[in-house]
C-alpha cells in the first residue's frame, strides 16, 4: 500500500555514469517533485510536474532530466555523475493545488546516491 | 524571498516533557502556508502539522500543536509529553499561495532522553 515509492533505495555509482531514478505515486495527485537533501541534511526543491507539465525547475545542473510519463510517475534521470551529486534524492506528490487550505506534500523513502 | 530560519541545530528534552521548536520565516506574501515535516534516522520525511496564513487558529494535531504569531512571523512547533520516538529532525517548511514550491528550514535535531 505504498503512497510514494522510489526505486532503487540505494545506489553506487562512478563518476561519469549516466542513471535514473524512479518515483511512482498511488494517491492520485496530480503535482509530483524532486527534492535534493545534501550531508548536512538541507532540503531543495530541484523540480516539480503537474499533470506530466513542467512547473517549477530550480538552478539544476542540465545533467538533471526529469521525465513525467504519467501524472503517476516522475522519474529523474542524470548525466555524467560528479562526486557533488552525493545526496539523498526524495520524490514527493501533492493533490490539486489551492490557494488556501493545507497542500501537504508526501514523501517517498528517498534514494541515496553514492557517487564514487 | 522566501526564507525560514530554524535556529536551534539540536534540542534535548526529557521524556514526557513539552519542547519548543523554534521557526520564522519571511515572505512579502499575504497568502501563505507553513509546514512541519519530522525525519526520523530511518529517513523517511513525514508530515506532521499545517498552519495556513489565514488561519485564526493555532493548528492542533495529538501531541503536536503550532504557535502561530504572524505579527512575529513565527510559527513555532510544540510538541508535548515528549517520546522517545519522537527524537528525530524537524523541519519547518513555506509555500506561498498559488506556488507549489515548498521551502525549508534547515532543521532541528530533537533528542528525547529517557
Known amino acids: 500500500d505504498t503512497a510514494v515509492s522510489q526505486t532503487p533505495k540505494y545506489l553506487v555509482t562512478q563518476m561519469g555514469n549516466d542513471k535514473s531514478i524512479k518515483c511512482e505515486q498511488n494517491?492520485?495527485?496530480?503535482?509530483m517533485y524532486w527534492y535534493k537533501q545534501d550531508s548536512k541534511k538541507f532540503l531543495k526543491i530541484m523540480f516539480s510536474?503537474?499533470?506530466?507539465?513542467?512547473?517549477i525547475n530550480e538552478t539544476v545542473p542540465n545533467r538533471f532530466s526529469p521525465k513525467s510519463p504519467d501524472k503517476a510517475h516522475l522519474n529523474l534521470h542524470i548525466n555524467s555523475l560528479e562526486l557533488g551529486d552525493s545526496a539523498v534524492y526524495f520524490c514527493?506528490?501533492?493533490?490539486?493545488?489551492?490557494?488556501?487550505?493545507?497542500?501537504?506534500?508526501?514523501f517517498g523513502p528517498g534514494t541515496r546516491l553514492t557517487v564514487l | 524571498a522566501q526564507k525560514i530560519t530554524q535556529t536551534q541545530p539540536g534540542m534535548f528534552v526529557q521524556e514526557k516533557e513539552a519542547v519548543t521548536l523554534d521557526c520564522t520565516y519571511d515572505?512579502?506574501?499575504?497568502?501563505?502556508?507553513l509546514f512541519w515535516y519530522k525525519q526520523p534516522s530511518s529517513g523517511e520525511m513525514i508530515f506532521l502539522i499545517y498552519?495556513?496564513?489565514?488561519?485564526?487558529q493555532n493548528a492542533t494535531e495529538g501531541r503536536y500543536s503550532l504557535n502561530f504569531q504572524k505579527a512575529r512571523k513565527s510559527a513555532n512547533l510544540v510538541i508535548s509529553a515528549s517520546q522517545l520516538g519522537d527524537s528525530a529532525m524537524y523541519f519547518c517548511?513555506?509555500?506561498?499561495?498559488?506556488?507549489?514550491?515548498?521551502?525549508f528550514g534547515k532543521g532541528t535535531k530533537l533528542t528525547v532522553n529517557p
Open positions: 514527493a506528490s501533492s493533490p490539486r493545488l489551492r490557494d488556501r487550505g493545507s497542500n501537504e506534500q508526501f
Open positions: 494517491l492520485g495527485h496530480d503535482t
Open positions: 510536474y503537474n499533470n506530466k507539465e513542467l512547473i
Open positions: 515572505t512579502s506574501d499575504q497568502s501563505y502556508g
Open positions: 498552519q495556513g496564513s489565514y488561519d485564526e
Open positions: 517548511a513555506m509555500k506561498q499561495g498559488g506556488s507549489e514550491k515548498l521551502v
